[in-house]
């Protein structure tokens, strides 16, 4: 059984930085690209960030390039996202995926 669990959200002024980790159990984590997503309120559920399976080729969203990090440590099937120079438009609950699975989320709150 797959399981994803996210954590590492909160709430930042404009500006700041978070760091989300995303532990994946239950299945080969170092044969599957990794995405992070996210969800604002009202808007629909979008990918963000992708990581290969061996971590050296990432895209991100226009959105948040030059801003955030994807990357993965395979050892600890572990995908992280590192946000730096958040923005209000960036808060939202974030989920990492794969094959179909999601995790509970993380909220995200950037706000002055």
């Known amino acids: 059984q797959v399981q994803i669990v996210e954590s590492g959200g909160g709430r930042v002024q404009p500006g700041g930085s978070l760091r989300l980790s995303c532990v994946v159990s239950?299945?080969?984590?170092?044969?599957?690209?990794m995405t992070w997503y996210r969800k604002a309120s009202g808007k629909e559920r979008e990918p963000v960030a992708t990581?290969?399976?061996?971590?050296?080729?990432?895209n991100y969203a226009d959105s948040v390039k030059g801003r955030f990090t994807i990357s993965r440590d395979n050892a600890k099937t572990t995908v992280y996202l590192q946000m730096n120079n958040l923005k209000p438009d960036d808060t939202a609950v974030y989920y990492c995926?794969?094959?179909?699975?999601w995790g509970q989320g993380t909220q995200v709150i950037v706000s002055s």
């Open positions: 990581v290969s399976t061996g971590g050296g080729v990432t």
């Open positions: 995926g794969v094959l179909g699975y």
């Open positions: 239950g299945l080969t984590f170092s044969e599957y690209a």
